[in-house]
């Protein structure tokens, strides 16, 4: 298959020219780098289809060659999506521009104090900064486990899985009541 120069670089300017709107602030350039890039699409469908050949079934009437049907049906379903998405952002922008008077997208305080305070993370030394809610110096307490997890040690004394988490439960109902109610 010999792709065609002529398809090839426009293509590739689409690419170059819509991913460098769609990297602006401006929501109206936003929507066109995506059509350019939907636009670029379509051309490297066509050019991965290649040249007409011939057909797999003939009725013996013509020497043509035929194209392959599916690489224009794909085109066809791309040109639709990319056509309601469009729609759909061109919505977006009118409503923005109705509510604010503003085609420009500024940064959210929100995302700029995550950030800013992601890279303090990132320039502070490892352990110095301690964000957790484990308060035990004893990671192994037992007393933080799950009863059944608890009766699970003690299978190695001829017991069933079922036995032990009795076991187990009645042991944790007893260290409850001893306790008594608290105030």
């Known amino acids: 298959m010999t792709v065609s120069l002529a398809l090839l670089i426009p293509m590739a300017v689409l690419y170059a020219c819509g991913v460098y709107l769609l990297l602006e602030k401006s929501m109206t350039r936003v929507i066109l780098g995506f059509l350019?890039?939907?636009?670029?699409?379509?051309?490297?469908?066509?050019?991965?289809?290649?040249?007409?050949?011939?057909?797999?079934?003939?009725?013996?009437?013509?020497?043509?060659?035929?194209s392959d049907p599916l690489p224009q049906a794909?085109?066809?379903?791309?040109?639709?999506?990319?056509?309601?998405?469009?729609?759909?952002?061109?919505?977006?922008?009118?409503?923005?521009w109705k509510l604010a008077r503003e085609d420009q997208l500024e940064p959210d305080a929100e995302d700029l104090a995550i950030s800013t305070r992601a890279g303090a993370r990132a320039e502070t030394p490892e352990g110095a900064d301690e964000d957790t809610d484990?308060?035990?110096?004893?990671?192994?307490d037992s007393s933080d486990l799950d009863p059944v997890l608890q009766g699970a040690g003690r299978q190695d004394e001829g017991r069933s899985a079922t036995e032990s988490a009795a076991q187990?439960?009645?042991?944790?109902?007893?260290?409850?009541?001893a306790e008594g109610p608290k105030p």
């Not at 939907?38 to 013996?60: K, Y």
């Not at 639709?80 to 009118?94: E, K, R």
């Not at 484990?134 to 192994?140: A, E, G, H, K, V």
């Open 74 to 96: 794909l085109i066809l379903t791309a040109i639709v999506i990319t056509f309601a998405v469009s729609a759909f952002l061109m919505a977006l922008v009118y409503r923005s």
């Open 134 to 140: 484990f308060q035990s110096d004893d990671p192994l």
């Open 36 to 66: 350019l890039i939907g636009n670029a699409t379509n051309i490297l469908l066509l050019i991965t289809a290649g040249r007409p050949g011939s057909a797999p079934i003939t009725d013996g009437g013509s020497e043509e060659p035929y």
């Open 168 to 177: 187990a439960d009645a042991d944790a109902s007893a260290e409850s009541g």
